[in-house]
Every structure is written in C-alpha cells, then in structure tokens.
C-alpha cells in the first residue's frame, strides 16, 4: 500500500504562483512514476505533469512551460510549481503514483485561481 498526501492548494489571485507538495509512504520502493492530475467542476481528470523513475518529465501541451515537476527522493516527495496560474487551472490536483503493487491516488488538493 502506497499513502499520498497532498498540501499547498490555496486561492491565488490570477498571474500568481503555488507550490503543491505530494508526501508518499508506505511501499513506495518500486515506484514506475508519479504525476499530478486536475480535474475541474464538470470536467474529466486529466494529465497535468509526470516524473518518471528515471527523472524523465512530461506535461500538458496546454501547460505552454507554467509548470514545473520535480522531487525530493530523499523526502519521497513530488512538488508540482505553477506559475502564472489562470482562472482556467482553478480545479482540484491530486497526486498519481504507479508502482509494481499498483496505482495510488491521494485525496486532493483545491487550487482556485480567482481575482
């Protein structure tokens, strides 16, 4: 079993930036890659960012570069930088981790981006 738990969701006004964090525990050795998902009122969740095992990154194209993934493998933490947040990222992100064992999610994050 993998635990994730997601922080730093916040209301930012728009042009602002936010840090989330994703803490991950349990049995996490063999994890393939961890990603952020949002999902907006309404809408599908989709893919925001990914760090695979190997330190590899991939984002949404929509993403035009405001995001940044990274980790702390010694914290066994992922953090998700945005920037220059738009009204249109307003949603819930949750934190994704696949491993040998299977796939995780955490509970969500609410970040709202609003003037």
């Known amino acids: 079993q993998v635990q994730l738990v997601e922080s730093g969701g916040a209301l930012v006004q728009p042009g602002g930036s936010l840090r989330l964090s994703c803490a991950a525990s349990?049995?996490?050795?063999?994890?393939?890659?961890m990603a952020w998902y949002r999902q907006a009122p309404g809408k599908q969740r989709d893919l925001v960012a990914a760090i695979a095992f190997d330190g590899r990154t991939d984002y949404a194209d929509s993403l035009q570069g405001r995001f940044i993934i990274s980790r702390d493998t010694a914290k066994s933490t992922v953090y998700l930088q945005m920037n220059s947040l738009k009204p249109e990222d307003t949603a819930v992100y949750y934190c994704n981790a696949i491993t040998d064992g299977g796939t995780y999610w955490g509970q969500g994050t609410q970040v709202t981006v609003s003037s």
């Open positions: 349990g049995s996490i050795f063999n994890t393939y890659a």
